[in-house]
């Protein structure tokens, strides 16, 4: 069974800096890619950045020059550093693994004051 392992969220002023980890365990023979997804209070889940196994890579507009997503295939990791927070990136984070199936981690809350 696929478990993933969120760490890293709480809370910062604006302009401050997080960095989330994810870590993927149980069986996964092939994985297409991991990443970040995050829903905002009142609003849909909504990509932050992921990366292929290729080693592609999409970021939301939003992030773009703020977040950096890093990956670690043999461990089965991701992480997502944060910087230049805004209190528009509040929300719940969740990690995504995506082989045959995708796979979501239970969230992890990062909250931005002004």
């Known amino acids: 069974q696929v478990q993933l392992v969120e760490s890293g969220g709480g809370s910062v002023q604006a302009g401050g800096s997080l960095r989330l980890s994810c870590a993927a365990s149980?069986?996964?023979?092939?994985?297409?890619?991991m990443g970040w997804y995050r829903q905002a209070p009142g609003q849909g889940r909504e990509l932050v950045a992921i990366?292929?196994?290729?080693?592609?890579?999409i970021y939301a507009d939003a992030v773009k020059g703020r977040f950096t997503i890093s990956r670690d295939n043999a461990k089965k990791t991701v992480d997502l550093q944060m910087n230049m927070l805004q209190p528009e990136d509040t929300g719940v984070y969740y990690c995504?693994?995506?082989?045959?199936?995708?796979?979501w981690g239970q969230g992890t809350q990062v909250t931005v004051s002004s």
């Open positions: 995504l693994l995506a082989d045959a199936r995708n796979y």
């Open positions: 149980g069986i996964i023979p092939r994985i297409i890619a």
């Open positions: 990366k292929g196994t290729d080693g592609s890579t």
